[in-house]
């Protein structure tokens, strides 16, 4: 297929990527696990002049974890790796759940977290907990660089994000958990343990005197983008710890979720299960924080 | 300790080294210099006519080599039921219509594939569409317009079976149940796509290395569809990644490969892409099947009449078969001493149907064992009871079809029962939890001749060597089932060898005998190994002969081939090694090598099998009764396989069935848009990965049948058919919710959990946006039961 005949550059440099990035002008493609954009290429759903290999660039390479300053993940961090370290698994266990549950063992031991943001599927199993954690992504271009929240402004459309054409996203910064918070991912493989995920969510939560002082609810794979349930939250914000709450919560979320009907599951389940979902993921949050603010 | 050597025994699989190190070679490894690279222009419209097709854009590319439409090939039809012509439907390339969204029209052979795939998007076909038909109901419906000019209806078979006095047994029933039951069409899914690889000598001899379950068959029809002799096409079957029933019939690209390469002198290979074999390959039929079931008070059957539907795609494919069997799989477990079937194979604009594991048996055994359970539901006798009443046994006859050779399926039932403390649990399941029982019966290989063969059905040839090595040819094809091992290893039981004394070619049509039917209805283990048999006897009755005039053995004697050795049975001192007797006996026939070759061929052995094998499984669930997730957790199996001639083996087989009968239950369907498939690939075809996969405990009921080699029975396609039923009952169970169609989805689950609850208005009714292939996910037609007053 025609679709199938580029240019792969390999630049050994991040000055020249960015050159490479202004000269192909929205005609290339960064290529850092490939899981997602090599299938799109061969089955001829994207077309590109150039990929842009970013395997030789060891600044990219780095993880840094510090529970007081938080994590920086480069772009060439792979799924797995998140899923498997022991001090990511301690500290921001919620970013271990999603990575687990993201595709199968061969996907997650290629693809990158960055690649699963850019790629801005709305049903990225990653993207919720780093937009409920706060996190920003540092972008970079012959312009220069800024950093920009992982958030509902980053997210344009299924597929479509802020990165501009010459743009490349160098890191992800994700904050230290606050005092007396939690943080938890839920998600539904409707067909098969292994399977795109048809709703999911996730929950941060601070717990102060038995009581909900701050949260965040996230809602992944029911609308276009990944969603804040922003009346979920205020409903719960102030409130006792309880299944009543909880449970309130949950409802008030599926009524926030815009999801769609498609093969793997009906809009009807989908917002069903945002209401299951919210639930569950609020109620590990808190027992999380609960067991973060005991003495250890 | 077991009176045998080598089977009975867990011998790894010849084949795993390779296989697990990635050295075995398939088709689409093999590559030979100048080799082109086939691709296949497939119709986007499920019912057209052709108006005009232009490949001159196409042939003008650079690097394509070749270009065939339907005006280059002999205008020859053909179809694997050669004993009835007129099913024979199908042309290697469309001529004047496509029938269904996936039908060839056209090959390209290049350079590459990138360049063959360009040269397809060159062709330009006119088509005049056509009204089209998705599924059995309209398409037999009158003014349905026709898919083929010679089937008026579009029933393209009908077949009956019909013994005792059906009206009458269900008029004077206590308790008479009928079900509409509507299965949906699954995919075989085997890891290695269809793939060919055709060359062509100087006189236009073919040769086609090709991924297929039956060698003999597609050397038949390949030479019919080229206007060859049979021999001038020689058939290879390499390493095969699995066919369940796909691979079983001459495709278009083996008939375009050898044509092109006969017309460029070239190597062609084809590979198929996942999403067409998704999109357009065999499926599995979608069946509407009514049963009624009448049973006196105690549970004793008194007759079922049954009709079905089989939606059977554009053409005919395996459908005359499955037709007949729908129709003998319902009549099997129990006594029906009062039956009626009637069954109706129609064409329609989808994918076609064939093949597919099972054949006919996941569809009646999952209709068959519902009732099962229903009926031992209202009729308050636990299900195993009530099958324990009527299980078929040793003996009893089908009238005019078969005579059950061997039967352990009470045995099973009360063994599976056993195993998965049924009692207790069904009693008390736990929160959430349900129990549920299936059972099947399966063929061990069809006796009935539609491939029209003159040859025996199975036959090997044994060379056997002074070095004390042995050759075995047989044209049985090993495609993952594991006839490489078992083979070998009846032969080595029988001359008293060790695995490693044997070497095997096997499935190659210039090379071993002819003929194999090759690999379907689990035929191989049964009918080639008594092939092998049959030559290790003669070889045998050589060897004694000698070993008796060396010997010096009274004639009262008997003989023995064991532990290497010729030698008087129950005098071990009185003997000759193998390799020593062969020599012997080549020296006194003057240098003439001993090879022996062994037939077989089911004789007064009824209309469908010699022999059945038989079991029952129970399923434990759980429940997420939130998310109404499904978890299998536990599969418990008591089966008649006979004897059993490799343990793991036939443990491989349970657990890849066991994984089929998971995605029937649960998670397999296709998605049509008038005749398209959207879900065409791994993402969205829902087949059950490995951690779905609940555990399994297994046991064998060993009685040796009287027919299979050493006792053996099939082992590796009846226990596809127990496990969707078994799920179902095992949610309806832990839910309430009785399913009459599949896959059981958490939607279904749901709603059943509310109506229990009582809110059944809080969900909305089923979402029927995206239909699966000829299959009202929808119907949800309800009992006529009548309990006894």
Known sequence: MSSMRFEHLRPKSTDELTALLARHAGRARILAGGTDLLPRLRRGLLSVDALISIGALPELRTLEVDAARGLRIGARVRIAEIAEHPLIQAHFPALVDAARVTATTQIRNMGTIAGNVCNASPCADNVPVLFARGATATLHSVRGFRTVPIDDSFFLSPGRTVIEPDEYLSFLRVPSTPPSTGVAYHNIEPRSRVDMTAASVAALVTVEDGRVRELRIVLGAVGPTPLRATEAEHALRGRPVDDTALAEAGELAATEARPISDVRASADYRRRMVAVLTRRALRTAIERALAQRSPT | MSEFRVIGHDVPRVDGWAKATGNARYTGDLSLPGMLHGRMLRSPHPHARIVHVDTTKARELAGVRAVVTARDLPNVRYGNWRLQPQTQDETALA????????DEIAAVAAIDVDTADEALSLIRVDYEELPAVFDGRTSRAAGAPRIHEATANNVSVTRQIHYGDVDAALAGADYVREDVFELQAVSHAYLEPCACLAEADALGRVTLTTSTQTPYIVQCLLASALGLRENEVRVIKPYVG???????????????????????????????????????????????????????????IVGKDVTAELDGGAYNSMGPTATFLVGNFSAMLYRFPNYRYRGEHVYTNQPPAGAMRGLGAPQALFVTETQMNLAAEELRIDPIELRLRNAMKTGDTIPDVATIASSAFSECLEEVARMSDWKTKRENPGKGKGLGIGCYSFISGGVFNWFDTQYAFSSAEVRAYADGTVHLLTMASDIGQGCDTVLPQILAEELGLRMEDITLTAADTAMTPKADLGTWGSRVTLMAGNAVRDAAAKIREELFRMAALRLRLNVIHELECKDGMVRAKGRPDRGIPFGEAVAMLQKANRGEPLVRVGYYTPRDMG??????????????????????????????????????????????????????????????????????????????????TALDMPKSVSRCIEIPDPRGPFGAKEAGEGPVSPTAPAIAHAVQHATGYSARSLPITAEDVLRAIDEKNGHGNRWAPRDNATPAAGCGVTADPSPTGRVPA
Not at chain 2, 95 to 102: A, I
Not at chain 2, 266 to 279: I, N
């Open chain 2, 242 to 300: 699995g066919g369940f029933g796909g691979k079983m019939e001459l495709r278009p690209w083996e008939v375009c490969a050898a044509h092109i390469a006969r017309q460029t002198g070239r190597p062609v290979r084809f590979v198929l892409s996942r999403e067409e074999e998704l999109a357009t390959g065999r499926r599995r039929h979608a069946m509407r099947i009514t049963s009624k079931v009448g049973f006196r008070r105690d549970g004793t």
């Open chain 2, 95 to 102: 001529q004047d219509t496509v029938r269904f969204v996936g």
């Open chain 2, 607 to 688: 209309l469908v099998t010699p022999t059945f094998s038989f079991g029952a499984q129970v399923a434990e669930v759980r429940v997420d009764e939130e998310t109404g997730q499904i978890t299998v957790e536990r599969v418990h199996t008591a089966h008649d396989c006979g004897r059993v001639l490799n343990p793991m083996s036939v443990e491989g087989q349970l657990d890849g069935c066991i994984q089929m009968g998971l995605g029937y239950a649960l998670s397999e369907r296709f998605h049509m848009d008038r005749g398209k498939t959207l879900n065409a690939s791994f993402l969205d075809y829902k087949m059950p």
